[in-house]
């Protein structure tokens, strides 16, 4: 038997390079006759810059940049095996973990260091770049990052407003004229996680900015400074002309991925005309996981968490879908089983195991990830190779 073993990182504990590495090591003790292939997996949040550049063969190089609290800080950019592709993955410049838990306040960090990593790859001769944008830490609908490349975000007085989302409440015009030329020569897709739109009920603000510190006051400022950002752009139509593509909706605040990472999807689309995709649709092409997959005869996947999110974009939802359109059993571990994830099943997921084993702390899972990932699927194979005689 042939297993295709692709899971996403199990964050706080393992990379998913480790976690493909435990599950493999875990079935092959349980079956030595079969095959495991590892191809760990990403869906555009922590850990795609990694799994690209492994995947490809590609390098790292370290940028200086501006941190989410405007700092400067070292951030990885990723240059593809091809040359010409180059990675930026949002959570190293500008990402939630970089920031101490008393100062985590969406209201004023900015996406700037994001938008130094895109000038990087233009003076590295990228013709191409994916943005992975998970794991953010800002609510500026990507105006730091725009800022950074050349734009100027203006209110009434014509002076360029302070960084953070807290401030585009005040925007009044938006200076697109010293935006970087070498951006519209540049392919760019954005690699997200989430499908949520710009603004409402299920936007970046009312959804996201509470897991970044923000109390419900600020989500209303913050909710209220994206409106006016997508209110200034719909009025101002040159902004968006010879920077969007054909195919965009009316309104790119209602794009799929425009609410991702506090808006930065939709500042990416309409100062950029970047393309939005689901970020694991990006990763399973740059990896070569169709072909992987149609040699394969049973699927392992997982990640940290298995809830009702994961069904939306999710590195675990993108597998099934792949693995139930060629009718390849497909088997999931996560530390963690929540209440929604039963819908999967619906996505083409077969069964989901918890490798969580008596009553230990979460601390203790996330140390003991490895042994507790590697013993689950042994003890898997075993039935597996049992039933199979």
């Not at 994206?226 to 209602?254: C, F, N, T, W, Y």
């Not at 918890?354 to 490895?370: F, V």
Request: charged share 25%.
């Amino acid at each position: 038997m042939r297993v295709l073993v692709c899971p996403d990182k199990f964050k706080g504990s393992l990379t998913a390079t480790q976690a493909a590495e435990a599950i493999a090591r875990g079935f092959s003790e349980g079956w030595p006759e079969a095959e495991c292939v590892l191809c760990p997996l990403a869906d555009g949040g922590e850990g795609t810059l990694e799994v690209l550049v492994r995947a490809t063969g590609g390098r790292l190089v370290e940028m200086e940049v501006t941190g989410p609290l405007g700092e400067k800080r070292k951030a990885p950019l990723g240059i593809c095996g091809d040359g010409r592709t180059a990675v930026v993955e949002m959570a190293a410049a500008s990402g939630l973990e970089l920031i101490p838990p008393e100062r985590r306040d969406p209201r004023w960090t900015t996406t700037a260091g994001t938008g130094d990593l895109i000038r990087c790859a233009l003076e590295l001769g990228a013709s191409r770049i994916i943005v992975g944008i998970g794991g953010s830490g800002t609510n500026d609908g990507g105006t730091g990052m725009a800022a950074s490349l050349g734009a100027r975000f203006l209110d009434r007085e014509g002076r360029e407003l302070p960084p953070g989302g807290g401030h585009l409440h005040r925007l009044e015009r938006i200076d697109l004229s010293g935006l970087d030329p070498r951006i519209r020569k540049v392919e760019i897709e954005v690699a997200s996680d989430v499908d949520n739109p710009l603004l409402g009920p299920e936007g970046a603000s009312r959804v996201y900015a509470p897991q970044k510190g923000a109390g419900p006051e600020d989500v209303e400022l913050l909710e209220r400074g994206l409106a006016r950002l997508a209110e200034v752009v719909s009025g101002q139509l040159e902004v968006a002309e010879g920077h969007g593509k054909p195919d965009s909706p009316a309104d790119p605040a209602h794009m799929p991925g425009a609410g991702a990472a506090g808006g930065l999807g939709y500042g990416l689309a309409v100062f950029l005309g970047a393309r939005i995709r689901p970020g694991i649709e990006v990763v399973m092409e740059a990896v070569g996981f169709e072909e992987l997959l149609s040699a394969s005869q049973l699927v392992i996947t997982g990640e940290g968490r298995l809830d009702g999110q994961t069904a939306h974009g999710k590195t675990v939802s993108g597998v099934s879908r792949r693995a139930a359109e060629r009718k390849v059993p497909l088997l999931a571990l996560a530390g963690e089983i929540a209440s929604g994830a039963e819908v999967l099943h619906r996505a083409g997921l077969t069964a989901m195991f918890c490798i969580a084993r008596g009553p230990l702390s979460r601390e203790d899972s996330l140390r003991q990830a490895y042994p507790l990932l590697a013993s689950t699927s042994r003890e898997i194979a075993q039935i597996i190779r049992a039933l199979r005689g």
